[in-house]
């Protein structure tokens, strides 16, 4: 069966621009999660999903990032009016429940603000 | 301030022996552990968890031990094989969190 997809695998933004991540989860699965990893470091928490429902957004570093998933199914990440400093790869998950249950991560999208 | 820390960025080891990664918390809310293995340009993909009811949770040739009161958790590949070679993250959470936590990473080489 299919993975996790994200789309697109890259992205090079000029500072100021919008961008728009994409991320289509694993079919059933009820959570989804936003991670931002740096170069060299961890992925990072930034926003999580219950179906619809935004449970937590509390690692949405400003508020130029905003995510939605009005379905419950495919989930957009929006970065507002980029900065250098959001240059990193985005990594969306999945999974069939809450934290207890293995997320299944997507090959990420890496954006580069120039 | 890192509540996973992961204080080895690297670490090499011949093929057939074994490799022992090592991840440390400061966060005592947390209550269940989880290792990623992550290869370049592929997302993070779940490698074995433990919750904090056990010591100790085995699974094939990986072994993951906690110590709770030492805060430290580490990682056990024997015999370790050069598929192994990838980045490796602890990760933790807890009943009362809905999100996880990840460490840096320590990259792994498996040489043949």
């Known amino acids: 069966g299919a993975g996790v997809s994200q789309s697109p695998r890259y992205k090079v933004a000029k500072r100021g621009q919008d961008v728009a991540l994409r991320c289509d989860p694993i079919?059933?699965?009820?959570?989804l999660f936003w991670y931002q990893q740096a170069l060299g470091q961890g992925p990072e928490f930034l926003t999580y999903?219950?179906?619809?429902?935004?449970?937590?957004k509390s690692g949405l570093p400003s508020d130029r990032f905003f995510a939605e998933r009005p379905e419950g199914s495919v989930s957009t990440l929006k970065i507002q009016r980029t900065q250098q400093e959001d240059s990193a790869v985005y990594l969306c998950?999945?999974?069939?429940?809450?934290?207890?249950?293995?997320?299944?991560f997507g090959p990420g999208t890496r954006l580069t603000v120039t | 301030d890192q509540q996973v820390k992961q204080n080895s960025p690297s670490l090499s080891v011949q093929e057939g022996r074994i490799s022992i990664l090592n991840c440390d918390y400061t966060?005592?809310?947390?209550?269940?552990f989880l290792w990623y293995k992550k290869y370049p340009a592929e997302g993070p993909t779940f490698l074995i968890s433990?919750?904090?009811?056990?010591d100790k949770n085995e699974d094939g040739r990986f072994t993951v031990f906690l110590n709770k009161s030492a805060k430290h958790l580490s990682l056990h590949i024997v015999p370790s094989q050069p598929g192994d070679s990838a980045v490796y993250f602890c990760?933790?959470?807890?009943?009362?969190?809905?999100?996880?936590?990840f460490g840096p990473g320590t990259s792994l080489s498996v040489i043949p």
């Open positions: 998950a999945s999974s069939l429940g809450g934290i207890t249950y293995e997320q299944y």
């Open positions: 079919s059933g699965h009820v959570s």
């Open positions: 999903f219950q179906n619809e429902a935004q449970l937590d």
């Open positions: 966060n005592s809310m947390f209550d269940y």
């Open positions: 433990i919750s904090s009811i056990k």
């Open positions: 990760a933790a959470s807890g009943t009362s969190y809905d999100k996880v936590i």
